[in-house]
């Protein structure tokens, strides 16, 4: 079993930027691939970035590429999501996710794991 459990979610001005960190209980985070998903209101729940178990692949949702970094550090069970040049469509929920496979996967589908979420506000 895994907990996760997210922070850094808050109100910043649209071109600001914010950290999100997701951490992870149990001994098995290292194996895991990790994903960052969102949801607005009323929408569904899209997938952001992901990372593999290591660190060395990662992938994006298009309209996050070049402002979003995804990142994780194993020894502190612990994975991050930069997030820069923030825009007034990034505001939702922010949700950390973990998957029970090393490879990591863009279908909330395929995660096993779900933080309760942390709220991002970007006013315009």
């Known amino acids: 079993q895994v907990q996760l459990v997210e922070s850094g979610g808050g109100l910043v001005q649209a071109g600001g930027s914010l950290r999100l960190s997701c951490a992870a209980s149990?001994?098995?985070?290292?194996?895991?691939?990790m994903g960052w998903f969102r949801q607005a209101p009323g929408k569904e729940r899209d997938f952001v970035a992901a990372i593999n178990w290591s660190g060395a692949s990662t992938d994006y949702a298009d309209s996050v590429k070049g402002r979003f970094t995804i990142s994780r550090d194993n020894t502190k069970n612990t994975m991050y999501l930069q997030m820069n040049s923030l825009k007034p469509e990034d505001t939702a929920v922010y949700f950390c996710a973990a998957r029970s496979r090393s490879e990591l996967r863009v279908g909330a589908t395929q995660y096993d794991y779900w933080g309760q979420g942390t709220q991002v506000t970007v006013s315009s």
């Open positions: 149990g001994r098995t985070f290292s194996t895991y691939a």
